[in-house]
């Protein structure tokens, strides 16, 4: 189960920290992901984590303003958010998998149940 959290409305140019945690003592053999959803649109790719952390990615709307990194002694995955825009208004959802490290959301089987970022202009 995952259970993300930390988000909020906050003005333009500021910052946010997501949190997702994830119940378990196997929270190391599973990649990580962030995906966000806009009303009226798809869901789509944010940042993914490797299982060691070694390996992450980002969607080019992010890439230099947000930062994924994961605590495995902890269970948490973790996404710092800065110089946000309106334009990152989201639902913001974590994902796991344990084999593929993907901007698919279709290639993650565990799901969180999201988080509201607001971000105001």
């Known amino acids: 189960q995952l259970q993300a959290s930390g988000g909020g409305l906050v003005q333009a140019g500021g910052s946010l920290r997501l949190s997702c945690a994830r119940s378990g003592r196997t929270f190391g053999t599973y990649v990580m992901a962030w995906f966000r959803q806009a009303p009226g649109k798809e869901r789509e790719f944010v940042a993914a984590i490797s299982k060691t952390g070694s390996t992450t990615f980002y969607a080019d709307s992010v890439k230099g303003r947000f930062t994924i990194s994961r605590d495995n002694a902890k269970n948490t995955v973790y996404l710092q958010m800065n110089s946000l825009k309106p334009e990152d208004t989201a639902v913001y959802y974590c994902?796991?998998?344990?084999?593929?490290?993907?901007?698919?959301?279709?290639?993650?089987?565990?799901w969180g149940q999201g988080t509201q970022v607001t971000v105001s202009s």
């Open positions: 994902a796991a998998d344990l084999q593929v490290l993907s901007r698919r959301p279709r290639d993650y089987d565990y």
